[in-house]
């Protein structure tokens, strides 16, 4: 069974004026891609607990943070062609379109929801078997690879799982 890539966005903070502070995507075979970003100057939104839930302050950002430009280059050179999928559609491309248009530059792939990939059967285990995979996994961070990863272990479980009346 051919795996997504599946890519997640962590950010200041949800409503309007976030932005991504980091961005990481797993690839079919399991590599892992993962950056900070450093805020472009007119980024001012802060929520402090999303920087408590992430771990990142704005002070990592500056330091460690990668330019906007470079991140969405990077983005386009690694994804180009390709169907990328993510579980929050509704903030995830949002925060995407932000960092491609702050860049300048036009996205060299397409997101989509991960739970178009998805059958009724398997989407009725899907929230089932993330929280069984946190359980079973107990990621120590709450950071976008390692939740890219996770979403995508969660993929491969529900299409794996036995259908009823099937032995």
Do not use: K
């Amino acid at each position: 069974m051919q795996l997504p890539t599946v890519l997640d966005v962590e950010a200041s903070g949800f409503g309007r004026g976030s932005y991504p502070i980091e961005i990481g995507f797993v690839e079919p075979a399991g590599a892992l891609f993962c950056t900070l970003v450093r805020p472009a100057p007119g980024w001012v939104h802060w929520d402090p607990a999303a920087e408590t839930l992430h771990g990142i302050s704005r002070e990592l950002l500056q330091r460690h943070g990668r330019p906007v430009d470079w991140v969405a280059a990077e983005l386009n050179r690694r994804l180009a062609g390709q169907i990328v999928y993510c579980d929050g559609w509704a903030h995830d491309y949002p925060w995407v379109a932000r960092l491609f248009d702050e860049a300048e530059l036009n996205p060299a792939f397409r997101l989509e929801d991960v739970r178009t990939l998805l059958s009724e059967r398997e989407l009725g285990g899907w929230d089932h078997s993330l929280r069984a995979l946190r359980e079973e996994l107990r990621p120590d961070r709450h950071r976008a690879s390692s939740d890219a990863r996770l979403l995508q272990l969660c993929v491969q479980r529900v299409r794996s799982a036995p259908q009823p009346g099937r032995a």
